[in-house]
């Protein structure tokens, strides 16, 4: 009987803290109102980047990725990030050009935010702070965080790990091939 409590309450904790996450709010580059819940079905990879990073090659591999993917139901949303070694100076505007002009991303560009210290992005709290699912800040740029249909976070990928890495295109294509809620 306590085991199975338990798993209950497993089960209900893992719906709260998806549904949870998917209803907090963010905006895009272009300052419209969004969540994770505006994604809801699709696979997501959550990524906080950067225009001056010596990582920012990554921006190829996340759009072979949505090219590659999104008709499956995926897609990569960016956070733009300036926590890093001032890797991100650039306004919304200077943002968007250059990852348009010079990677041609079509994924989901965000506002620029935080995603440590005392200005953390809730959405990030809720995926990297003390209670938060993958426990621990984020190390660089490129962090990134898998998403699955069911709004419920997955996996936690460093920024090193690059995007079109075995591990990453396995996770996504499990995710992908997971039943739909």
Known sequence: MTKLLTLLLAAITTIAGANELAMIPFNTITGDKTSLADYKGKVVLVVNTASECGLTEQYEGLQAL??????????????????????????????QTFCTTKFNVTFPL???????????????????GKDGLFPGDVKWNFG??????????????????TPLSEEIVTA??????????
């Not at 090219?67 to 991100?88: L, S």
């Not at 990134?144 to 790990?161: M, N, S, T, V």
Request: net charge positive; glycine share 10%; proline share 8%.
């Open 172 to 181: 996504i294509e499990n995710a992908i091939a997971a039943p739909a809620p």
């Open 110 to 128: 965000m506002e620029k935010i935080h995603v440590k210290g005392d200005d953390q992005h809730p959405l990030y709290k809720a995926l990297t």
């Open 66 to 95: 949505q090219g590659k993917y999104q008709k499956q139901g995926f897609t990569v949303i960016a956070f733009p990030c300036n926590d890093f070694g001032n890797q991100e100076p650039g306004s919304a505007l200077d943002i």
């Open 144 to 161: 990134k965080f898998l998403i699955g249909k069911d709004g419920k976070a997955i996996a936690r990928f460093e920024p090193k790990q």
